[in-house]
């Protein structure tokens, strides 16, 4: 069962026929207004049709190729972009300069290890192995040791030995 | 690429032999040096201006001079030598060498008596300095120096 405003738009459309037609329009309660709408709507409707309607393609077969094209191209197998196209890392490369880096720190991991032996008093100053003084000549000496960080100075003190006159510093 | 790895194995052969390759003949200077405070000080002796700052801050004197000193080649490690003085002597006896330096004993005489007897192993980059006896107003120093 239609309601009015179906019947209504068909009418207006000219779409109803034989006694649907005639029993709409009988249903109608001023039916001069309503042929005057009918009329405005199809003005309307060739106006519109006037002015918005498609406009022809002046290159119709250039548009389609293009268009064929692009769907060729993306319905295609989809292929990832190559490392080997786009870079010059190629897996192998990576690897061998990944091996030259290693080795190179190696190398310097050697020679910083030759120069500092952690723990151990650096080779490089001087140590004190062992001091003594005789004991009877020089019965209040004591004996020390330190390293200068300037100038790895190192540096044996020793206190107490017997003071000498002048004379002792001829050449 | 094998260009490479051998690149990397000569630098790994250089990187282990480069410090034998350094081993050579050094000299010991050794020094007895009087230090002391004087109005018009001479100037410091070439042997020392390398540590003229340490000596000058560690002792407090403002003039060193030599008064004897010896300087010594050392070929086998095994050499020994004298720094004399007119009353002091120093005797170095060098007991070997290794890769940092010499072994030395070190024996400190005035006239016949033996003052002070010390061991080090002298590093060809760190000096040694020794405080000796008082003399007068100044300081007795034994500088031991590879050059």
């Not at chain 1, 037609?21 to 060739?46: I, M, R, W």
């Not at chain 2, 194995?9 to 000299?27: E, R, V």
């Not at chain 2, 002091?88 to 330096?101: K, N």
Request: charged share 20%; glycine share 6%.
């Amino acid at each position: 069962m239609k309601t009015f405003e179906e019947k209504w738009t068909a009418w207006l459309d000219g779409e109803l026929s034989g006694k649907e037609l005639v029993e709409f329009e009988a249903s109608l309660p001023d039916k001069t207004a309503a042929e005057a709408q009918k009329h405005d709507a199809h003005k309307l409707g060739t106006l519109l049709k006037e002015q918005l309607g498609a406009h022809a393609l002046s290159n119709e077969d250039f548009f389609s190729h293009q268009l064929r094209e692009r769907i060729a191209r993306e319905s295609g197998p989809s292929r990832e972009p190559s490392l080997e196209a786009s870079t010059w890392w190629t897996v192998r490369r990576l690897f061998w300069t990944g091996a030259a880096s290693l080795a190179l720190f190696l190398i310097c991991a050697i020679f910083v290890m030759r120069e500092m032996n952690p723990g151990e008093q650096s080779q490089y100053l001087t140590q004190i192995l062992n001091a003594r003084v005789d004991p009877a000549v020089s019965p209040n000496a004591t004996i020390s040791m330190f390293e200068t960080k300037e100038d790895k100075v190192t540096v044996l003190w020793v206190e107490g030995l017997q003071s000498l006159p002048a004379d002792y510093a001829a050449k | 690429m094998r260009n490479c790895a051998l690149l990397v194995a000569a630098l790994l052969a250089l990187a282990t032999s480069a410090p034998s390759a350094a081993q050579a003949a050094q000299t010991v200077w050794s020094g007895l040096v009087i230090a002391d405070n004087v109005a018009q000080p001479a100037p410091m002796p070439p042997e020392l201006t390398r540590i003229e700052q340490t000596l000058k801050e560690l002792f407090g004197y403002n003039q060193f001079q030599v008064i004897g000193q010896s300087r010594k080649t050392l070929k086998t490690g095994e050499e020994d030598w004298l720094a004399s003085s007119k009353y002091f002597a120093l005797h170095v006896d060098a007991r070997g060498e290794s890769e940092a330096g010499y072994v030395l004993n070190l024996k400190l005489y005035k006239e016949n008596e033996l003052l002070l007897e010390t061991d080090t192993k002298l590093s060809k980059r760190s000096p040694l300095v020794i405080k000796g006896p008082q003399v007068g107003g100044g300081q007795l120093l034994l500088v031991l120096v590879v050059q």
